[in-house]
């Protein structure tokens, strides 16, 4: 792992780092509202709870699936190009939804959708690595994550309110009309694709000897990403835990207020997000991932031993500042380990990483609890982040002792 960089004399709250953060919020915002409408849409217009949750592995699977392409063509073809089809994209999926009552024509529009955000989150994601300065990366990333997490905080809320007031129909015609308008500040940010690429190939060619062709797979697939996310895969394999099952556990177990716990911990998460680039500057990398898989070891288990509000809304908090901490610090190493013009590749394979940990995850924790109850769950979880701190300290240790031997 690279250790973390002491320099914090660069600027990064730039202009331009605003407005890709404002895009962004109202993007991730606009499909939060949509997630959702869309499964009160279908039910309000009389298909089963079955089709509504099939809607939703629709939309999931598309963003899954295309990642890996998606990494290639913004590395390809370039940021604002695939970030401006994506928004147009999204728009147009928005308003084929307020249009119709086909279940085949949803079907299609939520896989639209799902495209549209795989596109529009590595492609906004690589404009701030391409613009923060390395030694602010963590602290750029921590801020930009930002929009993400409130954005879900508001969009049910939003949600809702926009269907009481305008319908449905007027909700979605609402977000694609947003969605539309987020091209303008989106055309207009200078973003000198044609230099930074000409740039990344004169690196390449001057490079003494000549650069292997890559095999297929390694232009979908980053391999100086893949250490990176394959720890965040495992990270978000242990939330779906919660994520999915922590609300039927608790109606149960007879849990009250439940909800509380996401609201904590979506808190820890966005402080996290502010304080990661301070905590970087302070520790090692390696003594952040052990605290972060410490902490959401205690916020797994914390909800296998705890059954009052205050002790689960303290792990809540804990384990929310630990997984945000872990997935900035995640994911700015990625980044850094990777040319500047395979970037793009590098968050896609962290996401497709994170994304395949959440869903299979959920159908994992399902399975066990099938077999040996909801509550099991969670000291499974928390069991299996002790085995990935255990093998973490040993990797790094091996790796330790490989340096000194090479350098003795």
């Not at 370039?78 to 999204?90: E, N, P, Q």
């Not at 596109?119 to 930002?146: C, Q």
């Not at 694609?176 to 987020?182: G, I, K, P, V």
């Not at 000549?210 to 996310?229: G, V």
Request: charged letters at 15%.
């Amino acid at each position: 792992m690279v250790q973390e960089n002491k320099g914090n004399g660069e600027k990064f709250l730039t202009g331009k780092f605003v407005v890709i953060s404002a895009v962004s919020f109202i993007l991730r915002l606009g499909m939060a509202v949509m997630l959702t409408a869309v499964p009160l849409y279908e039910l309000s217009i009389g298909f089963s709870k079955t089709s509504a949750g099939i809607m939703m592995t629709v939309y999931t699977m598309s963003a899954l699936v295309l990642r890996p392409l998606v990494g290639y063509l913004v590395d390809r073809y370039g940021r604002k190009t695939i970030l401006s089809i994506s928004i147009v994209l999204y728009a147009l999926s928005m308003v084929m939804i307020a249009f119709t009552k086909s279940l085949t024509m949803l079907y299609i529009s939520q896989s639209l959708n799902g495209i549209a955000f795989s596109a529009y989150s590595v492609a906004l994601t690589t404009m701030i690595t391409d613009i923060v300065p390395e030694s602010r990366l963590t602290e750029g990333l921590g801020y930009y994550g930002l929009t993400a997490t409130v954005a879900q905080a508001l969009g049910p809320t939003l949600a809702l309110a926009l269907i009481a007031g305008v319908g449905y129909q007027g909700n979605f015609l609402s977000v694609a009309a947003f969605c539309f308008l987020m091209l303008v500040p989106v055309l207009f940010i200078r973003y000198e694709r044609e230099e930074w690429f000409v740039n990344a190939g004169n690196k390449r060619r001057d490079k003494t000897e000549p650069e292997q062709p890559l095999r297929w797979w390694e232009r979908l697939i980053e391999r100086n990403a893949i250490p990176s996310s394959a720890l965040v895969c495992v990270m978000a394999f242990i939330l779906a835990a919660t994520t999915t099952f922590l609300v039927p556990y608790a109606e149960e177990a007879g849990i009250e207020g439940i909800g509380g716990f996401f609201i904590v911990r979506a808190v820890g998460i966005m402080v996290s997000r502010v304080l990661a680039g301070t905590i970087e500057r302070k520790i090692s990398t390696k003594a952040i991932i052990v605290i972060g898989i410490l902490g959401m070891t205690i916020g797994t288990g914390g909800v296998y031993f705890f059954s009052a509000t205050l002790p689960l809304l303290v792990v809540a908090f804990l384990y929310g500042l630990c997984y945000g901490l872990l997935s900035v610090i995640l994911n700015v190493h990625a980044v850094k380990n990777t040319p500047p013009h395979r970037r793009a590749a590098a968050n896609a394979t962290y996401y497709l990483a994170m994304d395949a940990g959440m869903g299979i995850g959920a159908a994992a924790w399902g399975a066990l609890a099938d077999v040996a109850g909801l509550r099991s769950i969670f000291v499974a979880g928390a069991a299996l982040s002790l085995v990935i701190l255990f093998a973490f300290l040993l990797l790094s240790g091996v790796k330790r002792r490989r340096a000194e031997q090479r350098d003795g």
